[in-house]
C-alpha cells in the first residue's frame, strides 16, 4: 500500500502571477514569494494555485505544487514611479474554493491565503480548524475596470474575514495610507502587522501598537517584498507567539530582500540564520 506524503508545514494558497517588468516577464503573486521564503526557512511548503498548464513554474523548485488547469494565467504590468505604483491587471486565472484543497493537505500547521485578485474564497478560512491561519488580504481589497486599471476598495468590505485569521499582514499601501483606518482594522484582528515599505512596520496587538525601524538599504526592487515579510511574520509569530519579535525579523528580511531583483529577491538559508541570531541571540 502507497504511503500518503507527509502534510504541508506551511501552505499558501493563491495565484502565481506573471508580472510585466521592463526586463520582460517575471513569476509572481504572494505563492511564489512567501513559498520561497518558508522553504529557505526550513519548512515543507506546499502552493495551490491556478495557471496555464505549460506556465514556468520551475523557479519553485522544492515546493510541494497543486496547479488547477484554467485557459489563463494572472497577469499584471506594475508601473512604479515616484507618486507609488501603479498596476493593471492583463489576465484572470480561475478562482479557488474550498474544493481545490484535497483533504490530506488541510492539516498544515500554518495556512497563508494570500489573494491577488479576488480568486481566494474566503470560505476556505473555515476549512482548516485546528491550523494557524495568516492572511494577506490585499488581493480582496482589489477592483478593476474594464481596462484592468485596479483601484482599491474599502477595508470593511473584508471586515469578517479579518477576525477569523490568527495574524493579518497589510502595507499602508493596501488602505491607501490611512492611519485612522490602520487603527480600526487593528480593532478587528488578533494581531496585525502594517508594512510601511522604508520606514519599517507596526505590530498592533492586544490594543497596543509598537513601531519597528527596518535596516537601511539601497533599495533596487521592492516587489515581493510584502509577501517574504509575511512569511517570516506568520512563521516566527507561530513558533515564538511574539509578534514583535516576529515583526523585526520580518522587517529585516524584507528589507534585504529590497536589494535583489525579481523573485531572486527571497531570502538566502544564511540570511534568515544571520537574522533568526540577531533577534535571538
Known amino acids: 500500500m502507497m504511503r500518503e506524503p507527509p502534510s504541508n508545514d506551511y501552505l499558501v494558497i493563491g495565484h ?88 490530506n493537505w488541510r492539516s498544515a500547521k500554518i495556512v497563508h491565503l494570500g489573494p491577488i485578485a479576488r480568486e481566494v474564497d474566503p470560505a476556505l478560512i473555515d476549512h482548516f480548524p485546528s491550523t494557524f491561519i495568516g492572511i494577506t488580504p490585499q488581493g480582496w481589497l482589489r477592483r478593476w475596470d474594464p481596462s484592468g486599471h485596479i483601484h482599491l476598495i474599502s477595508w470593511k468590505t473584508i471586515k469578517e474575514i479579518l477576525v477569523r485569521a490568527d495574524a493579518v499582514v497589510l502595507s499602508t499601501e493596501d488602505i491607501m495610507n490611512d492611519e485612522d483606518a490602520a487603527q480600526e482594522i487593528a480593532q478587528h484582528c488578533r ?67 529590497t536589494t535583489r531583483k525579481g523573485i531572486q529577491s527571497t531570502p538566502t538559508v544564511a540570511e534568515l540564520e544571520l537574522i533568526r541570531n540577531r533577534i535571538h541571540p
Open 16 to 103: 502565481v502571477a506573471e508580472d510585466g517588468t521592463a526586463e520582460g516577464p517575471a513569476l509572481g503573486g504572494t505563492v511564489s514569494y512567501a513559498g520561497r521564503t518558508a522553504l529557505s526557512m526550513g519548512y515543507r511548503v506546499g502552493v495551490i494555485t491556478s495557471c496555464m498548464e505549460h506556465f514556468d513554474l520551475s523557479l519553485l523548485e522544492g515546493i510541494r505544487l497543486l496547479r488547477h488547469p484554467s485557459k489563463k494565467t494572472t497577469a499584471f504590468e506594475n508601473i512604479y514611479s515616484s507618486m507609488g505604483r501603479v498596476q493593471k491587471i492583463l489576465a484572470k486565472a480561475s478562482s479557488l474554493g474550498p474544493d481545490s484543497v484535497p483533504p
Open 191 to 257: 494581531v496585525l502587522a502594517l508594512t510601511r515599505a522604508a520606514q519599517g512596520a507596526s505590530i498592533y496587538w492586544n490594543g497596543d501598537r509598537s513601531d519597528l525601524p527596518t535596516l537601511k538599504v539601497d533599495e533596487i526592487d521592492s516587489t515581493g517584498a510584502g509577501d517574504i515579510f509575511a512569511a517570516v511574520f506568520f512563521i516566527h509569530y507561530h513558533e515564538t507567539g511574539d509578534p514583535y519579535a516576529a515583526g523585526q525579523a520580518a522587517n529585516w528580511v524584507a528589507s534585504i530582500s
